[in-house]
């Protein structure tokens, strides 16, 4: 188990500067989540930890310990690889038995080791196959065994699921969740998916171009991001988010006017889809899509601030396309950010017109 | 009127079914003439490969007197021009695997039932003196009355161990320094190596001969002139590109995740390679291995300007003066050795010729 801190951390590829710096801090035990959009760098963070990439500057600590300049080998890291990387040529036992090769661990101690991280993944009737002929979600946990055998300080998974069918990443999930449960390795999720680590990790790193926009639990993010980047990247279906100008109590958005506290100037009002509700108060709208998603109905009004998303709860729809309805909310649920900065303005809501 | 509405649509139904009858027959007409055409040429074609081979082996166990048995020969082709003609139509009309193979087993054993009863009592192993008698030029000569002048010749064996000698020293060399330049040009970045890897091609598209005068000279110099060392040197540097050029594409293929992986694993560098990496270029370095090997088993320029000693001679040297001395003496002898020269060869082709299928060349990526 180990503490990770990364102090003013930079990455560079020959002239560009794909992480230009990073400051985090990672406690003994926990399980965080590396979120973000395709290409903002967290791999490349992960691989800085797992001792491959060689940070360009900056102190990397484990313990309390720079590890800049640490061979991967020496790190005791297991990684899970996007493609698993396991070994073709090797069985499954081999494969799993391969990080105890190195460790000079008794034959008979490494076969122990190996049947039960087998047995903590479920592959255990699988050992003697080769990985061409597992499923995807089989060869997942190999990979999962193979990093948990030689019982790591830290582990690091790189998008695990994104191979993986939606019923098979959702039983995963909490397959992974319950692993950590059990072992309390320090564990580091990098995820492009929100929803892997809102349900997964105690905290999110929200990264994008390289940069940490924001660190809080999930409902941190969901309830308070701390920029319109989180705010749109959270949630699903995704906020509503419209700009406006506000002056003397009252912001204009398009054509709507909503009463609003605490904030002046270029504003964008973030509304979640959940959040709002059709009755008989708020902004007037026109139904102009009803997209039924199971238990909730998402439709789709034409509102004088252009279109909004609004989830409602139920399996069948209570309106039809076309209908004239008022949308409503509660305030406390609003968000407003600045324009300019794209930052939210804490304590600022707006509130239904009446 | 419901009634009429179904027997219009029966109607309907079967012109349709007529036309389609007729479709059917049109294009299995097609295919049986493509099929027809396909085997003509194919026969036609493996015809003349086969010969020359059947002809050589039907001789070196034939010929008598030093001369090809002319009856033999027509009586053994009488044999093997059915049995082709025989096995292509069996494929052609094969409507299975399993016909295919019952055709084939049944030409095959046809075509050695007819082999033996027709050339079987011809054939001998008078040709093979070679084998035991180191001076056969004398003995061959000697039958038609001929004794002086014959050329000395060293033990076929020696000859042959020379050979397998140089075919395996320098496919044991190409193999490794392939492997690791090719390792290297594939994963690692360094100035100059997008050049180097098109001057990869061009080296290899030089003609050896060209290069024939200098290499003689600087084998002279350093020494290695007329060793089986310097023909060794030489022949490894002439396959090294090549070989490089191959395995780089094999290496291309192999993910960098599964080298990432075994570093994680503990693994070092070295370890990495050995243990991950090379068992994914298997195939790639058996393709090279038996190229090279084969290349150094045929090699008769290098050897026949570099090697002058006749305890240096290799099969191909010792062919080449068999040919020169007992050639219009005994056409037999000539061609039991050729058949002898022949065989490793060919048993290695057959059996890595599995891997050599397998052989793809990765693109140059910069
Ligand atoms: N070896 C490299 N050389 C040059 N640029 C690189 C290299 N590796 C990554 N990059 C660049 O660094 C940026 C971040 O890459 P990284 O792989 O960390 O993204 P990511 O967040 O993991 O994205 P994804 O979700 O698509 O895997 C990208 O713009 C990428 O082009
Ligand atoms: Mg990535």
Known sequence: ?354 | MAAQAINTASTAAFDRAADWDALAVRARAVRRTKAVVLYAFLIAVSLPIILPYFWLVTIAFSARAGVAETAVLWRSMAVIMPVVVAFWLTVALAQSRRQSWIGIAAVAAIGVFAFALLVGPDLHLGNFIFLWEPDFASVVRSRIGEVKGAVQFPNVWHAFANSILIAGAQTAIVVTVASLAAYYLSRFQFPGRSSMLRSLLVLHAFPVLTLIVPMFLMLYWIGLLDTLFGVILVLVAFELPFAIFIMKGFFDAVPWDIEMSALTDGASRRQAFVSVVLPQVRNGILAIAVFTFIRGWEEYIFVFTFLIRNSNWTMSLYMYWVRDDVMGVDYGVVSAVGVFYLVPSLILYMAAQRYLMQMSIGGVKG
């Not at chain 1, 439709?299 to 069948?316: I, P």
């Open chain 1, 1 to 354: 188990m180990a503490k990770i801190e990364f102090r003013n951390v930079v990455k560079r590829f020959g002239a560009v500067e794909v992480i230009p710096d990073l400051n985090l801090v990672i406690e003994d035990g926990e399980f965080v989540a590396l979120l973000g959009p395709s290409g903002c760098g967290k791999s490349t963070s992960l691989f800085m930890l797992a001792g491959i990439y060689v940070p360009s500057g900056g102190e990397l600590l484990f313990d309390g310990h720079v590890v800049n300049e640490v061979e991967t080998r020496d790190r005791n890291v297991g990684v899970v690889f996007q493609s698993y990387a396991l070994y073709p040529h090797m069985s499954v036992r081999d494969n799993i038995l391969f990080p105890l090769r190195f460790k000079k661990t008794p034959r008979d101690e490494a076969l122990a080791r190996v049947t039960a991280a087998a047995d903590l993944v479920r592959v255990a009737e699988l050992l003697d196959r080769r990985p061409s002929e597992l499923s995807g979600g089989q060869q997942q946990r190999v990979a999962l065994a193979r990093a948990l055998v030689k019982e790591p300080q830290l582990l690091l998974l790189d998008e695990p699921l994104s191979n993986l069918d939606a019923s098979l990443r959702l039983s995963m999930r909490t397959e992974i969740k319950s692993l950590h449960a059990q072992l309390g390795v320090t564990t580091v999720l990098v995820t492009h998916d929100q929803i892997e680590a809102t349900t997964m990790a105690d905290r999110i790193i929200c990264m994008r171009a390289g940069r940490i926009e924001q660190v809080g639990t999930p409902d941190d993010l969901y309830l308070r991001p701390s920029s319109l980047f989180v705010a749109g990247f959270i949630g699903s279906p995704p906020i509503n988010l419209v700009a406006g100008e506000a002056e003397d109590g009252m912001v204009t958005v398009n054509g709507a006017r909503f009463p609003v506290e605490g904030a002046s100037g270029s504003l964008t009002v973030g509304l979640r889809p959940e959040h709002l509700r059709i009755g008989d108060t708020g902004f007037a709208g026109r139904i102009a899509q009803i997209e039924p998603m199971g238990r909730e109905i998402l439709y789709v009004v034409e509102t004088g601030m252009g279109a909004v998303r609004v989830l409602e709860q139920g399996s069948s729809a209570g309106h039809s396309t076309g209908e004239q309805v008022k949308i409503g909310f509660l305030s406390e649920n609003s968000l407003v950010f600045e324009t300019e900065r794209q930052k939210l303005i804490a304590g600022a809501h707006v509130r239904e017109p009446v």
